[in-house]
C-alpha cells in the first residue's frame, strides 16, 4: 500500500523500534540524542512526543518492515537481516520493493553466517549441494543459493537453529553470528558470510520523503535525518587540544588529516601555540604518542556532544 493514499494525511511522525531486545535500548538512546523525550503509555507500547511531534511504537523487530509497508508507522529502526529478508520474501511473491534502508545506524552489528560441523573439511560453496541448511533466513539463503547455482534443501526454523545439526534436522545452519561463542558452543564454523548486517532507518522505498507524505511528517522526517547525520557523524568525533611551538606546526599538520581545519591561537605571553582540532577518525595512544613526538605538549581528547555548523 502507499502510505501517501493509505492512511490519510498525519500531523505527527511515528517511528517503529524493538519494545525489548538487542535493539531496543540503543535505539532509545540514538533518537534521544538526536533531541526526542516521549512520554510511555502505560501498556508501555506507545510513546507519545514531547519535545517534537514524533511518536514511537514498541514492537517486535520483525513487525517492523509489516507495520511500514502498511503505512502504520513511517518509519523504524530494525536490522539489516529482518528488512533485507522480508524484502525478499515479499519480492519472491511477486510484490515489488517496499522498503528502503534510509540511514545505517551504527550498531546492532551481525553478520549472517553459513556455518558447518566443526570436522567438516571445508572447500567451497559446492560442497552445500544436496545438504540440508536450517535457518530463520530462508528468503536471504534461498536467494544466495540460486545465485551460487547451489540444490540445498531450505529448512525453516524460527529459533534454536543452531542446534539443528546435532538434532540430525539439518546438515549445516545459515544463521546471525557476533562474537562467534554460540556456534563455537555448538562444535560449527562459520564458513561464509552472506550478509553484513547492522541495525537502520526503515522506511518506504522512495528517493525522498516530500515524495511519500505531503503533510507534516515529511519536514519532521527530513529533520530527524539532518539531526541523526550530526549525531552518527559526532559519535566517532573528539576534539583534540594541545599546545606546540611555532617550529613543530608543518610536521604535526600531516598527523591530523582527518581534521577540519584545526584552529591556532597564540598563548599568551610566549612563543606556544594551542592548537584545537575536530578529529573524525580514531584518536588512539598511537596517534598521540606520534604527535608528542612531532612536538605536541598536553594532548587533550574531549568527546563532542553536539555540533550546528
Ligand atoms: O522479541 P523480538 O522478536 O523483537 O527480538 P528477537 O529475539 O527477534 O531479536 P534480538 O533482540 O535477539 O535481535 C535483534 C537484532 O539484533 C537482530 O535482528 C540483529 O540485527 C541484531 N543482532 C546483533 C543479533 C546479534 N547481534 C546476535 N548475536 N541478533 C542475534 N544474535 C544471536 C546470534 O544468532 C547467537 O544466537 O545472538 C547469539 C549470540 O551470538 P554470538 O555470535 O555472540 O555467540
Ligand atoms: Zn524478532
Known sequence: MNPKSGNGARDRLRIAIQKSGRLAEPARALLNACGL????????????????????????????????RDGVCDLGVVGRNVLLEQDIALRSE??????????????????????VPEGWAWQSPAQLGSTRIATSYPAILRQ?????????????????????????????????????????ANQLKPVMTLLESEAVLAGPAAE??????????????????????????MRHSKLLMFQASREAIPS???????????????????DAL?????????????????????????LLVLPVEGMLA
Open 37 to 68: 523525550s516521549w512520554r510511555e503509555s502505560r501498556d508501555r507500547l506507545f510513546c507519545y512526543g514531547e519535545s517534537l511531534p514524533v511518536d514511537l511504537l514498541l514492537v517486535r523487530d520483525d513487525d517492523i518492515p509489516g507495520l511500514i
Open 94 to 115: 511477486g510484490g515489488t520493493t517496499a522498503f528502503r534502508e534510509w540511514r545505517a545506524l551504527g550498531f546492532g552489528g551481525c553478520r549472517l553466517a553459513l556455518a
Open 144 to 184: 544466495w543459493l540460486d545465485g551460487q547455482g547451489i540444490a540445498a534443501e531450505v529448512v525453516e526454523l524460527s529459533g534454536s537453529v543452531e542446534i539443528a545439526p546435532r538434532l540430525g534436522q539439518a546438515d549445516a545452519i545459515c544463521d546471525l553470528v557476533s562474537s562467534g561463542a554460540t556456534l563455537a
Open 208 to 233: 525522498n520523503f516530500g515524495q511519500l507524505w505531503d503533510d507534516a511528517r515529511g519536514e519532521l522526517a527530513e529533520l530527524l535525518l539532518r539531526r541523526l547525520d550530526g549525531v552518527l557523524r
Open 252 to 270: 604535526l599538520l600531516p598527523l591530523l588529516p582527518d581534521a577540519e581545519a584545526p584552529t591556532v591561537m597564540q598563548v599568551d605571553g610566549g
Open 274 to 298: 594551542a592548537l584545537q582540532a575536530l578529529c573524525h577518525g580514531a584518536v588512539t595512544w598511537q596517534r598521540l604518542e606520534e604527535l608528542k613526538r612531532a612536538g605536541a605538549r598536553g
